[in-house]
């Protein structure tokens, strides 16, 4: 069993900033890309940002130069630093990975409960 929960969610005001946080646990052998994705209501779920096991990174443009993602590999763990917030930027914040137990097999896609991000005055 393999699980990814997220915390770090709340409410904020524009302008603000919130770090995101996921941390893997379980039968971990390995996690390739981890990435963060979000869900607006009444509209699908999106990509935020990835990073692969090496540090190579990737964002939706409406984050770009706002948010950082970033890893720490010996903790399992991800992170989504989330600058000068919007309105717009309300969601939930979904964790996914790429995971490897040590039961073997390939890599499978794991995601996290979600936690939900406000952004309001």
């Known amino acids: 069993q393999v699980q990814l929960v997220e915390s770090g969610g709340g409410l904020v005001e524009p302008g603000g900033s919130l770090r995101l946080s996921c941390v893997g646990s379980?039968?971990?052998?390995?996690?390739?890309?981890m990435g963060w994705y979000r869900q607006a209501p009444r509209k699908e779920r999106e990509l935020v940002a990835t990073?692969?096991?090496?540090?190579?990174?990737n964002y939706a443009d409406s984050v770009k130069g706002r948010f950082t993602i970033s890893r720490d590999n010996a903790k399992n763990t991800v992170y989504l630093q989330m600058n000068s917030l919007k309105p717009e930027d309300t969601a939930v914040y979904y964790c996914?990975?790429?995971?490897?137990?040590?039961?073997?097999?390939?890599?499978?896609?794991?995601w996290g409960q979600g936690t939900l991000v406000t952004v309001s005055s």
């Open positions: 996914n990975a790429g995971v490897k137990t040590w039961y073997g097999g390939s890599y499978q896609e794991v």
């Open positions: 379980g039968s971990i052998f390995s996690i390739n890309t």
């Open positions: 990073i692969t096991r090496g540090g190579s990174t």
